[in-house]
């Protein structure tokens, strides 16, 4: 396979609901989107959903559209290929960058998957038909306001709620959720906002009451020594999100028995071909995956979508409604969730049509790359 043009895309997206996270609060997102053409016509597109800040990981936006337009798709253009799991070569000497490199490798599989007109899911080793998506809930204005929240998903009938904490806003609202739905999967998400105070491992500890699913990335990211000794005096299985860049950061993670579970991002571990080989190797480990999320528009979320159908997914994942973050969205259908069930498309490819349309309508930039330009 010869890609022939490739071009960024930069959208904005209003949310319906602002989130705040423990370090930021966002209205509108601005995602890359990545097309990929082939010498027969055929496209693939793939998403960077960097945050605009460098607040949940190193890249912004502005990070992302530079290496991709400067190193990734010049070293895309042009090149022959057979299978997309091929297409890390090409950018090999590119070191972190993983939220440009993601769109850039989900485009490609997006595109063969097309070609070969298999689903994506397939293509990825997926085996469900259906997956279970959970919701995540940021940081509200104030207890009322989340409880009000949880029960708005749980009329939506998902089965699980995730709780952004911070220090000052974590006992309480876990405490009130709790007493207010007893039987929910509830699971907390602190984005490495805990140090190692005496006074906050109490907090952490303290959680251990709530008979939560898991407490997620409680500390930061490179202080796995911290999240191996909390899962030691904790029965809640700690999960690590930040801390696994890549599958070597798994590796390191398993051998100090830094947490029971594993949130797998396409966009923080650099694509799906990473991806799929982090839930592999969790697997072998007996570490439960489920796909976590970055609020992506509707192409990163059908991509997700395809790799919470591998066998290994068996929590439920950040796949919720396109409807729950945006008015409308950039595929058609836009993704759906029944009582928390989303169904994996089974058509070629992503399974999703692009709405070209509607991306241009709320387009900041682009840029096109023509095989010419590179060779
Ligand atoms: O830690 O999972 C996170 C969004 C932005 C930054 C970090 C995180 C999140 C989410 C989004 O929780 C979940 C979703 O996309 O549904
Ligand atoms: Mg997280």
């Avoid at 070293?75 to 070191?95: I, Q």
């Avoid at 009000?148 to 998902?158: F, S």
């Avoid at 799929?276 to 995956?289: N, R, S």
């Amino acid at each position: 396979m010869r890609i022939v043009e490739a071009s960024l895309h930069l959208v904005r997206l209003p949310l319906v609901h602002a989130f705040q996270t423990s370090s930021h609060r966002k209205n509108h997102l601005d995602h890359i989107l990545v097309r990929l053409v082939e010498e027969s016509g055929a496209e693939g597109w793939g998403e960077i959903a960097s945050p605009s800040d460098p607040y949940y990981c190193p890249e912004t936006t502005e990070t992302c559209w530079h290496i991709a337009e400067r190193y990734l798709l010049p070293a895309v253009v042009g090149a022959d290929w057979e299978h997309p799991a091929e297409l890390s070569r090409l950018w090999s000497k590119v070191r972190g960058n993983r939220f440009a490199i993601a769109g850039v490798d989900a485009a490609g599989w997006a595109l063969w998957s097309g070609v070969r007109g298999v689903p994506l899911a397939k293509a990825l080793g997926g085996t469900r038909s259906e997956v279970v998506a959970g919701v995540s809930l940021g940081i509200e204005p104030g207890y009322d306001a989340l409880l009000a929240q949880v029960q708005r998903q749980v009329d939506a009938g998902y089965p699980r709620v995730k709780l952004k904490i911070a220090p000052g806003w974590d006992t309480e609202p876990v405490r009130l959720v709790r007493e207010s739905f007893p039987d929910l999967a509830v699971h907390v998400d602190a984005n490495g906002a805990y140090g190692e105070t005496d006074e906050e491992l109490a907090v952490l500890r303290g959680l251990d009451d709530y008979g939560l699913l898991m407490i997620e990335q409680p500390f930061a990211p490179r202080n796995l020594v911290a999240h191996a000794a909390l899962q030691r005096s904790v029965r809640t299985p700690v999960c690590l999100d930040e801390s696994i860049d890549t599958v070597d950061d798994l590796r390191t993670a398993l051998e100090l028995g830094a947490g029971r579970v594993l949130n797998i991002k396409v966009s923080r571990m650099g694509g799906l071909t990473p991806a799929v080989a982090a839930h592999d190797l969790a697997g072998e480990h007996g570490v439960d995956v489920w796909c976590g999320g970055m609020h992506e528009f509707g192409i990163g979320r059908a991509a997700n979508v395809a790799l919470s159908s591998l066998p290994g997914f068996t929590l439920p994942s950040d796949v919720s409604a396109s409807a729950k973050y945006y008015a409308r969205d950039v595929i058609q259908p836009e993704v759906v969730a029944d009582h928390g069930i989303v169904t994996v498309p089974d058509g070629p490819g992503l399974g999703f049509a692009v709405d070209t349309a509607f991306i241009h309508q709320n387009l900041l930039k682009e840029t096109v790359i023509p095989a010419r330009q590179v060779r």
